[in-house]
């Protein structure tokens, strides 16, 4: 059975910082690339970040760049998201997936807060 779980949201001031982690298993995950996707109240979901499955190649949506930081680590099937510099307009459900999305890998997200 294919999971990824996420962890690591919660409350944080803007200007502040978390890391988000996604649990991966029930596939061959360095076979896949892999996204964070983010989802706030009233909105579409929408990609974050994502990473490759061999090079380490990243992609960062031009709201993050400079800010968020996206790794992998193959030996433990967990992808990071280090986000800094937090803002409100970062306030979301965070997913990960594979990327481009598979309709049955998505997670129950994580809740991500940034006050003002």
């Known amino acids: 059975e294919v999971q990824l779980v996420e962890s690591g949201g919660g409350l944080v001031q803007a200007g502040g910082s978390l890391r988000l982690s996604c649990a991966a298993s029930?596939?061959?995950?360095?076979?896949?690339?892999i996204g964070w996707f983010r989802q706030a109240p009233g909105k579409e979901r929408e990609g974050v970040s994502c990473?490759?499955?061999?090079?380490?190649?990243?992609y960062y949506t031009d709201s993050v760049k400079d800010r968020f930081t996206i790794s992998r680590d193959n030996a433990k099937n967990t992808v990071y998201l280090q986000m800094n510099s937090l803002k409100p307009e970062d306030t979301a459900v965070y997913y990960c997936n594979s990327s481009p999305p598979l309709p049955g890998y998505w997670g129950q997200g994580t809740q991500v807060t940034v006050s003002s």
């Open positions: 990473i490759s499955d061999n090079d380490g190649t990243t």
């Open positions: 029930g596939f061959t995950f360095d076979d896949y690339a």
